[in-house]
């Protein structure tokens, strides 16, 4: 099945088609108890609309929901790709790129990447890499329910981390 974002026809055409088998249908009649409530809602929140426009809005952004959820997501999944890339031009690794933060990466994107820039991001990640080999190496159990729990926990060598 392919990601989101390489068939954006697969998944927003639906949304088209839906449209088109409710646009001759007749429109949902709003209760009028359920249209003043609405409206005294409204107006005790300092709204100064009233109920068909609130439910206009409503309608309309469903509609344009997925879209916008399509942009979004596509965005998002194309991220480790850039930064990958990113890497490769700079002789990052993607473990490198693991340890950094985005914090990390976008200090440098503020100012032109320099091979200045770059090493700074290696001694980073490999500060990062150290202080996840030493986290990884304490071991707590499960549930700690007091002090003999505590105890229990052990901190592994070196040797057995390699």
Same mark, same amino acid.
């Given at each position: 099945?392919?990601?989101?974002?390489?068939?954006?026809?697969?998944? &927003? @055409? #639906?949304? $088209? +088609?839906?449209?088109?088998?409710?646009?001759?249908?007749?429109?949902?009649?709003?209760? =009028?108890?359920?249209?003043?409530?609405?409206?005294?809602?409204?107006?005790?929140?300092?709204?100064?609309?009233?109920?068909?426009?609130?439910?206009?809005?409503?309608?309309?952004?469903?509609?344009?929901?997925?879209?916008?959820?399509?942009?979004?997501?596509?965005?998002?999944?194309?991220?480790?790709?850039? &930064? @990958? #890339?990113? $890497? +490769?031009?700079?002789?990052?690794?993607?473990?490198?790129?693991?340890?950094?933060?985005? =914090?990390?990466?976008?200090?440098?994107a503020d100012g032109e990447t320099t091979g200045t820039g770059v090493d700074r991001l290696r001694v980073i990640a490999d500060?990062?890499?150290?202080?996840?080999?030493?986290?990884?190496?304490?071991?707590?159990?499960?549930?700690?329910?007091?002090?003999?729990?505590?105890?229990?926990?052990?901190?592994?060598?070196?040797?057995?981390?390699?």
């Open positions: 099945m392919p990601a989101y974002r390489d068939a954006p026809d697969r998944y &927003l @055409a #639906a949304q $088209g +088609a839906g449209r088109e088998t409710t646009a001759g249908a007749a429109p949902h009649v709003l209760p =009028e108890t359920a249209r003043k409530a609405i409206e005294a809602k409204l107006d005790e929140f300092g709204f100064d609309f009233g109920a068909d426009v609130l439910l206009d809005f409503v309608r309309e952004t469903r509609v344009l929901r997925e879209p916008y959820t399509f942009e979004s997501t596509k965005n998002l999944s194309r991220a480790p790709d850039l &930064l @990958a #890339a990113f $890497g +490769a031009r700079h002789g990052l690794s993607r473990d490198d790129l693991s340890f950094l933060t985005a =914090e990390d990466l976008l200090a440098q500060a990062h890499r150290i202080r996840h080999a030493r986290q990884a190496r304490v071991h707590l159990p499960d549930v700690i329910t007091g002090p003999r729990a505590w105890r229990s926990s052990r901190v592994r060598s070196a040797s057995r981390t390699s």
